[in-house]
Structure formats: C-alpha cells, structure tokens
C-alpha cells in the first residue's frame, strides 16, 4: 500500500487516476534528493539507519511542476470510475471484483476494444448478454475528458492513510 501522498508544485495531486500515492522509501528518496517539500509528518513513524533518522511524511510536495496527461489513458480502473463501479444493464453499485468488462458490440461481430463499445456490467448481466446485441447499457460509453473522470473519481472513496490528506483531496 501507498503511504505518502504527492502533490504537484501547484498543491494539487499530482493524479486522481489513480491517486498519485507512493511508497515511504520513495519518498525520504525523493527528499534526501531535495526533489520535495514536506508538507506533513507522520507523528509516530520514525525510520532509522546507522548515521541517520527521520519521521516519515505524510504530504509531498514536488518542486517542480509535473505535466499532466490530457487524454486518460484506457484502463479497466479508469472504465469502472467512468462508469461508477456501476452495473450498465442493471444499473447497480458493486465493488470492484464483482464487475467485469463488456463489449456493448462483441468482439465476434467486429467491436472493439475502446472507451466507446465498453461499459462496466456485473457478472450476471454479462452472462446474460452474451454476444449478443439485445441488451443495451443504460448510458451510452464515451471516452470521458481527464476533468470527468476527476470529478467522478471525487465523488469515490479515498483510501485516506493520514488526517493531512484530506485538506488536498
């Protein structure tokens, strides 16, 4: 799991797709390097070496701007929060392992793999569906803007590790 929390140099994540979290080592990596500032401490975690020790932080905050990707790339994380881990024939909510991905025009009859002929569907609708084209989703798949999958990514839950977190996302 990611412990450490990465901020742009304008204060904001550095990505929502997916939360731009990293691990402890990297970051006291990417302070010793003067690539950061710390914007907050884990109060209670403190690493050790022969010569040297430190708490661990929180928040990061890189000192140079990163670019961000104006195009989110297709991933079945990116579908799901498109979609809102929501079912597209049934229009219910399931967690993660009980979607899948289904080609609206099977791959049988010349769909394809792309933002515009996948939607989430849970196990059942799937089956139900088949290769067929009777059944139609609810919402017509698009490839969504970076700012739209942000925004809906938002309205998820965050896997928050520390109190600071919150103030950023």
């Not at 403190?46 to 430190?54: I, K, L, P």
Request: hydrophobic content about 35%.
């Amino acid at each position: 799991m990611s412990d450490v929390l990465v901020l742009n140099a304008d204060a904001q994540p550095v990505s929502y797709l997916p939360l731009s979290a990293i691990q402890w080592k990297e970051a006291i990596t990417y302070m010793c390097l003067d690539k950061v500032t710390v914007l907050d401490w884990y109060d209670d975690w403190v690493v050790r070496s022969a010569h040297w020790e430190t708490r661990v932080p929180a928040v990061i905050m890189l000192k140079e701007m990163m670019r961000r990707r104006r195009r989110p790339r297709f991933s079945k994380t990116n579908l799901y929060i498109r979609d809102l881990y929501t079912c597209q024939y049934c229009n219910t909510s399931h967690i993660r392992k009980d979607l899948t991905l289904d080609h609206v025009k099977p791959i049988c009859l010349g769909g394809r793999t792309e933002w515009t002929n996948i939607v989430a569907a849970c196990g059942p609708c799937n089956v139900r569906k088949g290769n067929k084209t009777h059944m139609k989703p609810i919402r017509v798949p698009h490839e969504p803007d970076y700012y739209e999958l942000v925004n809906k990514r938002k309205q998820l839950d965050f896997a928050i590790k520390h109190p600071a977190w919150n103030q950023y996302l």
